[in-house]
């Protein structure tokens, strides 16, 4: 029987302990193997050649960066296409009301009544981006002066490189006009952000961590060195895959990076990460699981610094834009935003080992391949020539070989596949490379996804 007067109190010095050095633990992993090769059995090597270790501790001196991660501040973007103002207007409306705290217009042409479009919108309380098929100083201007008026922030996307880049041609015929254009924009306006940058493309056609964030880097480059004065925050438009913490570290680098850069030039601003899910990824089969997909990359969008995320409807391969899709992306983002509560501590990848090292990786390989690039002559130089390209392609055909040969693994369509699901009459939109004959000044960047060759094999064998 227990004596309720015996001192019972704990002697705090039995639970104190040394700290346990990263040696000790590795010599402990090493004898739980049992003569198993520690490198070979628990290193795992990225196609970043990153080595991945299993444990990683405070005495390995790994650098914290304190990146300016603004968590409890991203919002949630809604992506619309214009074509049908009153539509559009209504649909932009409507979305805002369900949750969405920012737009992106996309607009085929300047002949858009872009007073119409936003006189409805409350411009004082939501971000719009504006994602422009061509080059305009008077549209520019006029967006400008409704910023300006009615205290709006917008952020207009012109890239000519990235135009050249994923169409293989300028939005003007000569090269020299596209940025004395941008130069132009530049010393005319007062309130909005004109300069953008579209990394989608690199990771969307196959680029590893590593050349997307070169690739944007050296991109921005050329736009530093052509326009003088650039005194609005530059948007980088980059996607996400499901490597999760890679994901992370992988918009820490770029923002760290680009810091770095942009100082060079006495840009003192942060570039501004508007964010989605890679497509790359994505299937036509068993779709529902790219919501598990979709889901998991805005994490790390999120934890990685985002400013803006616009989701990817989880049928935005062949479906045309619908309300139910759009809905269901929106509310994936509320759902991490209101109830997982993402959005309530800054720099939420602060101090982690792994994270950090990572980081520190993918910018030190990130910061070599750009010396190396425009030690060569720059990124529109090695554009032009069909250097950038045919490194991506090479980085894409690697990615397809292991996703080929079952080593990186797609649910439901190189693992697990559900032999009865069939969609041939189900796909309102093409969902594979679309070859557009026409003339071009350089070879594209195409945009391909794993499950291709895969998916159309599997179509034709549909009743």
Known sequence: MRNNNQNSSIDKNKWDW??????????????????????????????????????????????????PTQATEFKICQNIFVHDIEKSVERALDTINRGAESIRFTLENESIDIEKLLQKLPLEKIALYFHLHFLSIDFVKKLDAIAVEKKGKFYIQNDPIGNLAKEGNWFSVKEKDNFQTLEKISSHLKSVSFLSVNGNLYQNAGANMVQQIAYILAHCNEYFNRIQKINQPIVVEITVGT?????????????????????????????????????????????????????????????????????????????????????????????????????????????????????????????????????????????????????????????????????????????????????????????????????????????????????????????
């Open 18 to 67: 040394d700290a346990i050095s990263s040696k000790q633990w590795k010599q402990q992993i090493q004898f739980e193997l049992k003569g198993a090769d520690y490198n070979e059995t628990l290193i795992w090597n990225s196609p970043e050649d990153i080595k991945v270790k299993p444990f990683y501790h405070i005495d390995e001196n790994i650098e914290n960066y304190n990146i």
């Open 243 to 463: 490597n999760y913490f890679f994901e992370i570290a992988k918009l820490r680098a770029l923002r760290l990076l680009f810091k770095v850069i942009a100082q060079e030039y006495d840009h003192n601003l942060d570039c501004h990460l508007l964010v989605s899910p890679t497509k790359r990824n994505k299937t036509i089969y068993d779709y529902n699981v790219n919501l598990l997909r979709t889901t998991t990359e805005s994490m790390s969008a999120i934890l990685g610094g985002a400013n803006t995320i616009s989701n990817l409807p989880y049928d935005a391969l062949y479906h045309k834009d619908n309300e139910f899709g759009d809905r269901i992306a929106r509310n994936q983002l509320l759902i991490l935003k209101n109830e997982s509560y993402f959005d309530k501590v800054n720099n939420p990848s602060d101090g982690s080992y792994y994270i950090e090292s990572l980081t520190n990786q993918l910018a030190e390989k990130a910061l070599v391949l750009f010396k190396d690039i425009e030690a060569n002559g720059g990124f529109l130089k090695q554009l032009k020539e069909g250097i950038i390209k045919r490194k991506i392609e090479e980085s894409a055909e690697k990615e397809q070989k292991l996703f080929d040969d079952g080593k990186e693994i797609l649910l439901g369509t190189n693992k697990y596949p559900n032999k009865n699901d069939m969609m041939k009459h189900d796909l309102e939109l093409y969902p594979f490379v679309k070859i557009k004959p026409r003339k071009t000044l350089i070879s594209p960047i195409i945009e391909k996804r794993l499950a291709e060759k895969t998916e159309q094999e599997r179509l034709k064998t549909e009743n």
